[in-house]
């Protein structure tokens, strides 16, 4: 069982940058591909970032790509994800995800535990 727990979420203007930490319990982290979704209101939860176990394979969709980073720390069981030059369509709420695999994905069947989810705002 895994415990995700988001935070670092708020409001931040256009250009701004935000960065969301992901912390999670359970000794077994590494075993983990993780990954990050966002659901914005009346819209579906879509994919944002993915990372196999080891933080070496990551993977972001064209919308994100080049501005969002995807890391983890398997020594602070925790995953981050940071995003430089937002804009107001990314205002959603994060969710943290874990996957019982070692390889990302961007769907979202494919993961088995998620976080609560933290609201990112980006005003024009």
């Known amino acids: 069982q895994v415990q995700l727990v988001e935070s670092g979420g708020g409001l931040v203007q256009a250009g701004g940058s935000l960065r969301l930490s992901c912390a999670a319990s359970?000794?077994?982290?590494?075993?983990?591909?993780m990954g990050w979704f966002r659901q914005a209101p009346g819209k579906e939860r879509e994919f944002v970032a993915a990372i196999n176990w080891s933080g070496r394979s990551t993977d972001y969709p064209d919308s994100v790509k080049g501005r969002f980073t995807i890391n983890r720390d398997n020594a602070k069981n925790t995953v981050y994800l940071q995003m430089n030059s937002l804009k107001p369509e990314d205002t959603a709420v994060y969710y943290c995800?874990?996957?019982?695999?070692?390889?990302?994905?961007?769907?979202?069947?494919?993961?088995?535990?998620w976080g609560q989810g933290t609201q990112v705002t980006v005003s024009s």
């Open positions: 995800t874990a996957r019982t695999a070692m390889s990302p994905s961007r769907l979202k069947s494919d993961y088995d535990y």
């Open positions: 359970g000794r077994t982290f590494r075993n983990y591909a």
